[in-house]
Each structure stands twice: as C-alpha cells, then as structure tokens.
C-alpha cells in the first residue's frame, strides 16, 4: 500500500468498496447478528421481545437431551453412511480404474443415483421401504428373511437413512476417487511391476498414497454435507417415530421455524459450526502434514 | 405538442387497462385434495368478482412455519390463507389477520347454519371473527360391517370372548374387536385365506397428530389439558396415564410400523383391506365409497369413537383435531374481494365440496348434516345419511383441540413423549412427565399469566356450547 500514491489508493479503494459492501451485507453481517441473537432469548410466537441472556442459550443446548439425540444421529451418517461410502467408494473406483467395453456407459449409470433430485431418492426410498407392499421387505421375505420396520421402529429408522444416503452418495466418491486415479502416471505402476510388487504392495505403497490428497478431500465434502443431512429426514422419517431419527440440521430446523425460538435455534447453529470446523480442521491437518503429489 | 398527446395516450391506455384487470390473489394452503376447490371455482371467481387467484400449496406438515415466517416478516406474500385453527389466535393476537366483522353486514357468512364448536373456536379470536369455516374436522370410529356381520366370526369371536360381536363402544371392547380381527398371512379371514397380515386396527403415529389419537382415550376419562386455576399441566394426570396404558394395548394390535404413519397410511391401511377398524377424519367414510380410491366400498360402518362405561351409560369424547378455516392475511391487496372469495367458498360452494370425495373437507354446517343427497358417491341416500349420523354423533360429543398461541409446540412435544412410550423407551408415567416438563418451559416462554388468562377464556367458551 505504501507504493501507491493517494490518488491511486483511493481508487483501488472505490473499486473494492463494491464487494466490502455486499461481504458485509451478505455474509458478515448475518454471521455478526445470528451471534448476537444466539446470546438473546428471542421467541417470536408472541410478541417477539429479544432478551439479553449471555450464554444462556448455550447452557440450555448442553442439558437439552433432544439435542444430543439428533448429535448422535448425525453421528451415525458420518461414521456408518460416509465410512461406507468410502470403502465402497473405492472399491467401485478401482474396478472402473481400467478399461473395459461399455466402461464409459458404467460410469454413467453409477452417476445416476447422484443426479436424481434429492426429493425424488426420499420419495422412492420411501416406497422401499414400505413395511408391507416395498420392494425391499418382499425380497428378504422371498430370502425367508422376516420383514424388517425400516420406518417405524427407533432403533432401525436411524440406519434407514444412512442406508439411503449411501446409495445417494456412494457415486459422489467412485468419480471423485476415480478422477483422483486416473492422474497418476502408468510409468509408476510399471516402475513397481518391474521392481517385483505385488498388487497389493503398488496399492498400499504406490496407489493409496498417492490418492490420500483426493481421499481426505472426497470425505471432508461428504463430511461436511452429511453433517447437514435434512432432505432424506423429512421425506423418510420427519425425525420419527418421534424424534428417534432427527438430524442436528432438522433438529435445528424445528426450533427456528417450527416453534421459532430464534435465539435457540441460532446458538444451536453456532455449535454445528464449531463442530464441523473442528472436524474439517483435523482433516486439514492430515491433508497438511500427509500430502505426498 | 404531438409527443405530449401521444405519451399522454400511451399513459391512459395503460392506466385503464391496469385498472381493468382483475386483482390477482395469492392463496395459499396444505398441498393436494383440500385445494382444489380454488381450481375448480377459478372461473367462476374471475367472472364473478374479478379475481385473478394463484394458489400456492405447501406440504401439510409445514403449513404453519411457511405462513409464520412470511407474516413475521411482512412480506405481503399471502392474500388469502387455509389456517388450521391452532394457529389462529397466535396469527390474530399478532395482529396478522384482517378481522372480518366489517364485511358480514355487507355479505352474510351465514354463521348460524355453523355448528357452535367451528363457528365460535375455530374462527374467532378475542371476540372478533377473523376466518370462515372450510372444512369440519372430528374423529370418528369406521370399521368393516362385512366383517362384523360374518356369521363365521361372529361365533368365534363369542365363543372366546362370551359376548357378541358388535361395534366397540368402551375401550375394554375395541381392545377385544382389535385383538380378535389380528391376523397373520395364511391364516383365514370371514372364510378365506389371507396373502397378507390383517390388523385389528391403527392410528396416526406421527408426532404431529398422535396426541389426537391418544387425546379420544384420554377425553374420555376425563382428563383436561391444564388446571384451570395454577395453569400447570394435566397430560400427566392418573387420567393421561391410563389412556396411554390402553394406547399401548392397542398398539398391540396396529401394523409395526404404525408410528410411522400419517394421513395418508392410515387411510391407506383401511381403504386397501388390510385393518378392520381405525379412528379417522370424516373424509375417509366418503373416501372409502369411492371405487376410484378404496378396495372395501360399500363395507364401512362408521360410529363414534369409544369411551368409558358410567353409571351405564357411555361416556365418549371425540377429539377434533386440525379443521381448516379461510382467514384474509392483514397486509392483503384487496380484503374486500379476499372476503368475497372466501365466502363463496364457505357458504357457496361448500356443500358440494364437502359432499364429494375429490376433497378431504367435511361437513360443518347444519345445511350439510341435512342434506344426505348430496353425497352421490355413496350407493344411496341411507348410506349416506348413517354416515352423516355417526359423523354428527361424534361432533356433539368433541373435544375441541387447544387453540393457545405455542400449540404446535405443546402438541409435538405430547406427541414425542407418547411415541416414546409407545416404542418401549420410557413407561407412560415418565413420558407423560417428561412432555408435562416440556409443557411448562413453553407456557413460561409465551409467558405463563397471558397464557392462563387465554386459556380460562377458551373453557369458558367451551363450556357455555357445551363441549367441556
């Protein structure tokens, strides 16, 4: 800045004023005043007074066992929905990772699930499942399997969505993975042949470290999305039966827009961001401190 | 000169063409069969008071929050809204609603022709009248006649329960009819083989509405929402758990994924063939005449819900949970014409849409408890009029549902708690507290005395029509 004389800094000034105005408007501003409202108490069935209460409303999220439920939930799409993602993920990449007639028609179809609107995989995962005429119960019944309560039962619910989710989201990993071998050079896969590896070793010695870069990456970006799962809640389950299957994000909907306490609602905001920054700055580190390319 | 005159022509032509165009509103309601009434009189309406409508539906579920937000927000966006009646004194108390009492001198709404429960709960607020009814909402008791006339199953079912198979009166009967009608694939039913499960019964599990389900057993015994003097919360009541305890029996006896159910799948279960019994709104009797959407037509008793027997006589309580009524957003371009819209839906139209089995509205007026005629898709007026008579039975004796700003949230969170119960993770005596707890940090937030002054004034009124 000390280069620039007076003139010049006032308009570089005036052309950068432009998106101050809109980054405060949009995005600080919002960020500053959701903050403010988390430490206020602010219902606005009736009336709509905004009480000053500090962190009251952050006491009242670590007693409140409904929040933690949908914690736990959330929990479970991570661990079990994006792990299996993963692996499947990847396993899939690594089959598609060599050529083969129809490959490109493959890598369409696998496309597919990914494409479809979110509401449409709610409404015909919802259909599966249906206890009595869905698909899913009358083939495990024809495997003698009894049917299963994939929506009306607390502890199945839960992994019902997790189980939609991986068919969602599964492709989202087998492209990104594929992409990320695809890049790496066929001089090195040979270079190991020659030096007598074995599939397993060019895998674990040459392949996987070599992809870790798009690895934590793919997952950073289901992570954080599935930390927000919403649409597959509400069209599956509503949360239920009663609130067995409610996600952090559908939790967080219902207290800002079912029973609007806006205070509530913005300090539960708060402690998913915090969470999830957490979660990406761990990933970051690895990504950091692992890089190999 | 020249220029002048000709943008000054330009200006009146456009000027007058604005003006002669109809006013455009914007309605907007829950999703699907309860709108169409808006399509089909479209027409009509423009020819008639030269409105334009476009109507917005949103899913049933979230209604309230999609009117909330943008009434809180002032936007405009609404003219003409369906409100289930729970929102209503929230949405009047904001001063988010036009009150109506201005046009009824102008344009009768006929509000005598109303029965008491929707005309004075469900339409007015603080003495002011701010919606027009739309649809009547109590529930009834259907089950299959055919069943229960079976000459078969008649004689099991005395031979293992030593009375006559008849239509459940008490709780102590339904829970016996529930158990006696539970099947499973293979086993026979009225002398054939089933290919699927048959249940007894079913209720609506969703967390929204349960309480409702729970709310006919719990009514029955007498039990109330609040202690009228302290205010504090009576779900919890010997009365509350009782009514639990039975739900739990019935459940017994509901297809296993029941507290997933909604609408929809509990109208489903009974239309398809596969339930002998559930507690519904009164468009599933009409619904289920209708070839087009049930497998058992003409095969639907309809009677009231069960109660407690005292002193000989039955005591039922019929709870009448959600309803629909038309109010006119306070910031609408045209109050007048929404009016005049609305009460052509109300008083109009409204026997033919509550008559036909393309809607899911039902009746609320006298003039449609008298006209059995009308409702064509049963296969003659006698059917029509028993169901009409079993719908008007449980009418007389309903339980109307809380209408205090915060009942959403007090319904849902009764709603949590008694799935809980229902699923085996609390007792009923530790769910009903827990949702008690629940219930007073919500009064506490809308503010305990305003509540409690809302409250007396609503049992008042209750009392003086004789509903409580």
Same mark, same amino acid.
Request: proline share 4%.
């Given at each position: ?293 | ?45 423009? &020819?008639?008071? +030269?409105?334009? %409508?476009? *109507? ?8 309230? !929050? =999609?009117?909330?937000? $943008? ?97 459940? &009166?008490?709780? +102590?009967?339904? %829970?016996? *009819? ?8 293979? !086993? =026979?039913?009225?002398? $054939? ?116 027997? =005292? ?158």
């Amino acid at each position: 800045m000390g280069g620039l004389r007076k003139r010049d800094w006032w308009m570089a000034f005036l052309f950068v004023l432009p998106v101050v105005v809109i980054l405060l408007a949009i995005s600080i501003f919002p960020m500053v005043y959701s903050f403010y409202l988390s430490l206020c108490r602010w219902d606005i069935g009736m009336g709509g007074q905004r009480t000053f209460i500090g962190a009251g409303n952050y006491l009242r999220l670590f007693s409140d066992a409904r929040f933690f439920n949908s914690l736990k939930n959330t929990g479970r799409v991570l661990l079990f929905g994006v792990g299996t993602q993963f692996a499947l993920g990847l396993s899939l990449a690594l089959l598609l990772n060599r050529s083969f007639r129809g490959r490109s028609l493959v890598v369409t179809l696998f496309l597919l699930p990914m494409m479809i609107s979110p509401v449409v995989v709610g409404c015909i995962w919802k259909i599966i499942y249906h206890y009595q005429y869905g698909p899913l119960n009358y083939l495990l019944n024809l495997l003698g399997i009894r049917s299963v309560n994939w929506l009306g039962s607390g502890s199945i619910s839960p992994y019902s969505i997790v189980l939609a989710d991986i068919w969602e989201w599964t492709p989202f990993m087998v492209i990104t993975l594929l992409a990320g071998l695809q890049a790496i050079p066929d001089d090195l896969y040979e270079a190991a042949r020659v030096d007598g590896a074995n599939r397993w070793q060019i895998f674990s010695g040459v392949v996987f470290p070599l992809l870790r870069p798009v690895v934590i990456i793919a997952i950073l970006i289901r992570v954080m999305d599935a930390f927000k799962i919403f649409d597959l809640v509400v069209l599956l389950t509503m949360g239920g039966p009663g609130q067995a299957s409610e996600s952090v994000a559908f939790y967080n909907y219902l207290t800002g827009f079912k029973y609007f306490s806006m205070g509530y609602a913005s300090a539960m905001s708060y402690v998913q961001l915090a969470v999830i920054v957490a979660i990406a700055n761990v990933f970051l580190r690895s990504f950091k401190g692992r890089a190999v390319v | 000169m020249r220029k002048f005159l000709l943008f000054l022509f330009a200006f009146v032509l456009l000027a007058s063409v604005a003006y002669a165009s109809p006013v455009k509103l914007v309605v907007v309601g829950d999703a699907g069969h309860n709108l169409k009434p808006f399509e089909w009189y479209a027409k009509d309406l423009k &020819e008639k008071f +030269d409105v334009e %409508l476009e *109507v917005i539906g949103v899913p049933f579920g979230e209604l309230y !929050e =999609k009117e909330k937000v $943008e009434l809180i927000a002032g936007t405009g966006a609404f003219d003409i809204m369906i409100v289930f009646p729970k929102f209503l004194a929230e949405f009047a108390a904001n001063g988010w609603l036009y009150p109506l009492d201005e046009f009824v001198a102008k344009l009768d709404p006929k509000l005598d022709d109303v029965t008491p429960g929707y005309r004075d709960f469900y339409c007015k607020y603080g003495g002011k009248l701010y919606a027009l009814p739309y649809d009547g909402d109590v529930l009834s008791l259907y089950y299959r006649k055919d069943l229960l006339e079976n000459e078969e199953e008649r004689k099991a079912f005395k031979e293992k329960y030593g009375y006559d198979l008849k239509v459940p &009166e008490t709780w +102590d009967e339904y %829970l016996d *009819v529930a158990e006696f009608f539970t099947r499973k694939a293979g !086993e =026979k039913l009225a002398g $054939e083989v089933l290919q699927r499960d048959f249940y007894g019964t079913a209720y609506y599990g969703q967390k929204d509405q349960i309480f409702a389900w729970w709310g006919n057993i719990f009514a029955s015994l007498g039990g109330v929402y609040f202690d009228e003097e302290t205010m504090e919360p009576a779900i919890n009541s010997e009365a509350g758990v009782k009514a639990l305890e039975i739900m739990k029996e019935i459940h017994k006896y509901c297809p296993p994924d029941v507290l997933a159910y909604g609408y929809e799948e509990l109208k489903d279960v009974f239309l398809n063939g596969d339930c002998f019994m559930v507690i519904q709104w009164p468009c599933v009797g009409k619904k289920g005449a209708d070839p087009a959407q049930s497998k058992i037509v003409g095969k639907i008793g309809v009677s009231h819900v069960p109660g407690v027997k =005292k002193d000989g006589e039955i005591y039922y309580r019929a709870m009448m949970p959600c309803g629909r009524v038309l109010a006119i957003a306070a910031q609408s371009k045209d109050p007048w014409k929404a009016y005049q819209v609305i009460h052509y839906l109300s008083v109009v139209t409204s026997l033919d849409d509550v008559s036909t089995p393309e809607t899911g509205l039902d009746p609320y007026r006298y003039s449609h408890f008298a006209h059995p005629e009308a409702y064509e898709m049963f296969a003659n007026v006698e059917d029509a009029k028993i169901y009409l008579a079993g719908v008007q039975k449980n009418m007389e004796k309903g339980y109307p549902e809380m209408v205090l700003p915060g009942t959403v949230e007090y319904e849902e969170t009764l709603g949590v708690a008694l799935t809980k119960a229902l699923a085996g993770e609390l007792d009923p005596k530790s769910a009903l507290d827990e949702a008690a707890q629940a219930w007073r940090d919500i009064l506490e937030r809308f503010g305990k005395e305003q509540q409690k002054a809302l409250y007396q004034e609503l049992v008042k009124g209750w009392k003086a029509v004789g509903l409580w």
